[in-house]
């Protein structure tokens, strides 16, 4: 819905839905907030692309994610009728290999594919007009060792499966693309109401190429979208005579989002070499708003291969007169062997956004999404943890968003409007955002299946407050409300008339240019059953689900700034039955946020924002909502304008940057502050 197919072919869409198990999003209780505070040395990256144990002259290219195992995947619902899986390619994801021939595949399982699996590769060909899948070569799955997860962990042991072709494609005949997978028999076997873990043989990487499926899914048999969040772990295998020369890839550049025009900017960048051997001498232009204004230089020591390194600096932004709003930090390949770079050049760039402020308001609340199913067993734990989180702070604006999880038990609270955010955010349950932040993996979410309740409090409490140091609040909300609620929630709709007002700082509309409005009807006190690890729960309290998304669009609507103040007006329905209003038992809530946009529109088109390190909430107001008018101004008191203007360590040392530990904040009103940075 919200990507492009990588072939540019037109695939089908189904009514089956893929099922996951077990997806792996972050280990609970331990999440990390990407700050960048010290320059870093070159280091192997902790966790490398696809790590390989292939000939001196080969490699492995395949679709983002395909190298990361996050779960098992299937199509139970489906059975027989499908007949394969597959990651759809681009030709350009072929670029770097240019003169190489495809002479095989690995790939990843979760269970068995069954005897007669076979693994397939398509050429993309043009078929009356249409761009067809048309069948290249195939080779028997008869590897088919599974990859085991860890169940302390939660990691995958990954066991790769290799197959070799019986013919080659070389890589230059490759013109539209290709599509990769393999055929396996599909069980839908039970056990007490639920799917086994045999009918989820696909183990899965987190993708937004998204799966492909061959069979009968509905509308004939052919080729169906059936995943955008998804893709499966399966690359292709290349070969070149003399091995691959030195080409070097820059994957990702990293900042702090909001800085002051006086601070010193850290940043660091991943890169990895598609050459046979190691290159040892490479230089960088740092890039300041699209002009080079530093140079960075492999260290002696240092070499660059397969696997992802980091490099790290700093620039001193009172050099450069940075006035409030969006910059851009950029790292551009330099020197490669004391050459100009070639080969494949489209890779050799990459860039950050940060943000420049001079002033500050507090946080009213922070967001936190909660993304969880009646039908997953361990969202209990996820519920329990947020509860303590809320129970120990007064700020936490929490909004549970349900999703289906199992086919023969729908989930009877989700959302369709949701969708987008789900798929976006992460691949498995119990999972949330908190503030939007990226905490340091390759999804939004983080995993909040934890026992230890008080525990995962106080770290996530630390968090948020780091948060909102790193990048502090620059408008203030206030929302004006209006309930109207029928007499019978069954019968009558209920309609909510609601104002939200921006009051930003000084350069608050060019700090959050292009930033969303975002607005949720939430109910508390709803109940029904609940899955867990002790079977189904009767009667669960479910807490904060979201009902209504309020904004036009279901990602938020863009604000239109008036200066640094905004004013956006709304006519919200929420459906009969879906609520059930009493003032002494259910509660409707209001939760409305600005942030920076996970959904961006490029000539009309919507699109996933690629950058994940840029789509953090700045600010959120919560409203509980009475019948009849409210306004809700403030969210904790505190002083209007108070900032850093000092930090201490634990021992009294005065410092001038976040350091592990407990650091003690100094602010404008007077008041300190005890945070807990890991």
């Not at 792996?24 to 070159?42: E, R």
């Not at 800085?259 to 230089?283: I, Q, R």
């Not at 959302?415 to 498995?428: D, F, H, M, R, V």
């Amino acid at each position: 819905m919200l990507s492009a197919s990588a072939a540019n072919a037109q695939y089908l869409t189904s009514s089956v839905q893929l099922s996951k198990h077990n997806m792996v999003t972050a280990k609970a209780g331990n999440v990390k907030l990407h700050n960048v505070v010290d320059p870093s040395q070159v280091n192997v990256a902790k966790k490398s692309l696809a790590p390989q144990k292939l000939n001196a002259n080969q490699k492995t290219v395949g679709v983002a994610g395909s190298g990361t195992m996050a779960g098992g995947i299937g199509l139970p619902s489906a059975g027989n009728k499908v007949k394969g899986v597959y990651n759809a390619m681009d030709a350009s994801d072929l670029a770097k290999f240019k003169g190489a021939k495809i002479v095989g595949a690995r790939y990843l399982i979760y269970a068995s594919l069954g005897s007669s699996a076979n693994v397939e590769l398509y050429t993309i060909e043009q078929v009356n007009g249409k761009s067809t899948p048309t069948l290249y070569t195939s080779k028997a799955a008869s590897s088919q060792k599974v990859s085991k997860q860890d169940q302390t962990t939660g990691e995958f042991d990954q066991q790769w499966n290799e197959v070799t072709f019986d013919k080659a494609l070389d890589v230059n005949d490759v013109t539209n693309g290709l599509v990769l997978g393999y055929t396996y028999t599909q069980k839908s076997t039970q056990s007490g109401g639920k799917y086994t873990d045999e009918c989820y043989p696909i183990a899965a990487g987190s993708g937004t190429s998204g799966v492909l499926a061959y069979g009968d899914l509905g509308q004939g048999t052919g080729w169906y979208q059936v995943s955008n969040e998804f893709v499966i772990c399966i690359q292709l295998i290349v070969e070149k005579e003399g091995g691959f020369p030195d080409d070097l890839s820059i994957a990702q550049v990293a900042t702090n989002p909001m800085l002051k025009p006086d601070e010193k900017l850290p940043f660091e960048f991943y890169v990895n070499n598609s050459g046979s051997k190691a290159c040892t001498n490479a230089s960088f232009d740092v890039l300041l708003d699209n002009k080079a204004v530093a140079e960075l230089t492999l260290p002696k020591d240092g070499s660059i291969s397969d696997e992802y390194v980091k490099l790290g600096a700093t620039l001193d932004l009172s050099e450069y007169n940075l006035e409030n709003g969006a910059h851009v930090l950029g790292v551009k390949v330099k020197k490669v062997n004391g050459e100009d770079p070639s080969g494949d050049t489209s890779d050799d760039v990459a860039a950050a956004q940060f943000r420049v402020y001079t002033e500050t308001t507090p946080r009213q609340y922070n967001l936190v999404e909660q993304f969880t199913s009646t039908s997953c067993v361990y969202c209990p734990y996820g519920y329990e943890a947020l509860r303590a989180l809320a129970k120990s702070r007064k700020d936490v604006a929490w909004v549970a968003v349900h999703g289906d999880l199992d086919p023969n038990n729908p989930d009877p609270y989700t959302n369709s409007n949701a969708e987008p955010l789900i798929g976006y955010s992460t691949s498995g349950y119990p999972s949330a955002n908190f503030n939007r932040f990226n905490l340091g993996g390759d999804q939004l979410a983080t995993n909040i299946a934890t026992e230890d309740y008080d525990g995962f409090a106080t770290q996530m409490g630390n968090l948020l407050d780091q948060e909102d140091e790193i990048a502090p609040s620059v408008v203030n909300l206030q929302m004006e409300t209006n309930l109207t609620v029928g007499d019978n929630p069954n019968l009558k709709d209920a309609t909510l008339n609601i104002t939200v007002k921006g009051k930003g700082v000084k350069g608050a509309g060019k700090i959050l240019e292009g930033a969303t409005l975002g607005l949720y009807v939430t109910e508390n006190g709803v109940k029904s059953k609940q899955y867990s690890p002790n079977g189904w729960i009767g009667t669960y309290n479910h807490e904060n689900v979201l009902r209504v998304i309020g904004t036009q669009a279901p990602w938020g609507d863009v604000i239109t700034w008036n200066g640094d103040n905004f004013e956006m007006t709304y006519e919200v329905t929420i459906p009969k039955k879906q609520y059930n209003y009493n003032e002494n038992k259910n509660t409707l809530n209001a939760v409305a946020f600005v942030s920076l946009p996970f959904v961006v529109t490029v000539d009309g088109k919507n699109y996933y924002n690629a950058d994940l390190n840029n789509v953090w909430v700045n600010q959120c107001q919560f409203l509980e909502l009475p019948k009849g008018q409210a306004t809700a101004i403030k969210g904790v008191e505190t002083s209007e304008n108070a900032t850093v203007v000092a930090r201490y360590a634990a021992d009294g040392s005065e410092i001038s940057a976040p350091v592990k530990g407990i650091n003690i904040l100094k602010l404008s009103d007077g008041t300190t502050r005890k945070v807990v940075v890991k």
